[in-house]
């Protein structure tokens, strides 16, 4: 576009500068004929009048000549002049205007010859003609005639207003021509062949030439030899493909290729249309600047390379304070910034919709209504109205671009959008449905606390799909459904037909990626021991190191937390001054009052427990409240002697397993609540009772005191277990059993 812009500049320049020296050239060459023309008329009728004005010298001029500068359209007059220049007799409305003497007589008696020239006579343009008069070859006076020359001036005037226009027409022509030939002959030819490049690289495109071009065009040469690349590209890519699909045919590990594979083959070119509140890449200011964000979690990690594959399009609330300035005219961007590869399209909502919807119903409702955490749920009337509203705002969205589509994979997460695939559902039957819940799904005693018990459970039935951490959480929502709703249950198939539609209802434990290398990240402490060198930044001087990552929120167990570390060194005295707990805790929801009550409370508990046992160097609690990025966090899961898991009630609860992740060293014990998802996978660590302070103190004290062996052995079939289950796996797991959904699978026959 610069390129374009600046060759329409220099040829408008160009164009400019020729029309204004055309111009001038042309105005000159037409004043000078018009003034000889002038001339010369003046010259013939000064030359028939010689005769008969010589004897006229110092006598008033005859009528006949009065009559005469009448006759003649632009002669506006005659004059006598004597040797001194001055007036001896002229038609009658010159004398007033003629100064005396007449220079141009003057000059015309002393050269003895005719003189001609464009005079401003009272303010207009007029051809003097003088003419020597004489008398027996003596000069006795002069003769001037004077003609209108104001035609002239007219006549050039048109001449560069008619030049102006031609000028602008030429620029206009000058401009479409330029745009229309580059964009025909070069930019449009470039912007083909970098996206026949763009797909040829990625895999997307079809090898051979890719456009039709003249033979001898410019752009002729780079294209053959692209072609030729891509050739080589894409023979290089089959091989590469051929052996990834034997590893992936042979191989038990899910990595990013594995899943990128499986992708290609379970959905065979279809979209998916992924659905969450939060979205995968948030814009904020920085500055003056907007920088781009990926919010922590899980959900990025597991789904943003599904979606790369698919070229799919990811649906989430817009909550950067950048959002909107980044988006197109339909609320959408391609991501990522360093290289797109999927749609991400923002949905806005209002400050009192976030309100009603996010804060209120759904975490003020229904997470402590699913988290049995003695945290009474609060339900209000405008939330649920909120809720349904924002819901429904999110239909409207995606079924605006899943319009075309023919039945189109839709992938809902989370209890935020527990209307969303009903909705969805009753205009599109034809889609296919999936709904993950990532949180616990409470029995139905707890459940029923809920007004809008039947409303939240049709919603989520709408779903052909519907998947849950752990089976116990299956088998409570089937109870759930069976005592609330008319269904039928199909426990064999894990399933649930009401209103002739099919609701599989399935587990998928989420994990982590199980990344073995983190050089860059404890590349500053090769120096010194790593859990010294914590310690040292922090002030604190101990011997062993607990850690603890939560989101600072009421189902996490934190203060149960901290008094066992207050009842393990009441305990075991030994550890007073040896062992520091280290809490990194992320503030979440602060202005909810039970979150905000909540926030004091854990450093209340911190600040006394530190109050009774901290000496000089040493304390035993190291409350650290901030939004901590993985490079913070991962040095202390690398160096902790234990981790601390003490959920009241959890999903799955990833911080377990990204700390067994971390540890490829085979070092650490896990201490991991019986509440959480995870529990049920890593049976190698202490599993405890957060409930119980007595035994999470006893836990801390085993695990400071387990043989190196112990702690190898239980770490390595922990990490197994992660290898194995990691967040490719339940990626791939996911998207291919809602891809592999039939027809039959979700709706069953009204007979």
Known sequence: MKITFRLMVSLVIVVAIVTAIFSFYQVNEEKSRMTADLDRRAAILADSLKQSVSSLVGAELPEWLNQLVVKYERLEGVAIFGLDGKIITATPALKPIIP??????????????????LMDISGRETYVYILPLKTDDKITGAMALFNDATYIGVRLKEIWKYNLLRFLTYTLLIVLITVVVIRWSITGPIAQIAQWMREARTGKGKVGRPTQIPRGDILAPLINEVTNLAKSLTVARAKADAAARQRFNAASLWTASRLKEQMRVELSGKKLFLVSNREPYMHIKDGYLVRCIVPAGGLVTALDPVMRICDGLWLAHGGGEADREMVDANDKIRVPPEEPEYTLKRVWLSKDEEKGYYYGFSNEGLWPLCHIAHTRPVFRLEDWISYQKVNEKFAENLLQEIAGEESPLVLIQDYHLALLPLLVKEKRPDARVALFWHIPWPNPEAFAICPWQQEILMGMLGADLLGFHIQFHCNNFLDTVDRFLESKTDWEQFSVCRSGHTTLVKPFPISVSFENSRDRETARLENMPLRTQLFREKGVRARYLGVGVDRIDYTKGIPERFRAVERFLEKYPEFIGEFTFVELGAPSRTHIKKYHDFMAEVEETAD??????????????????AHHSHEEIYPFYKAADVCMVTSLHDGMNLVAKEFVSSRDDGDGVLILSQFTGASRELMDALIINPYDIEEMADALHRSLVMEPQEKSERMG?????????????????LIAALARLRPSDSVEGNQ
């Open 100 to 117: 005396q003497p007449f220079p141009a007589v003057v000059k015309t008696i002393l050269k003895n010859r005719p003189i001609g020239e």
């Open 608 to 625: 006394s427990i530190n109050w009774r046992f901290q000496t000089g160097e040493w304390k035993p609690i190291l409350f650290l409240k």
């Open 717 to 733: 079939r922990m990490r197994t277990v992660i290898r194995e289950n990691n967040i490719y796996r339940w990626a791939g797991d």
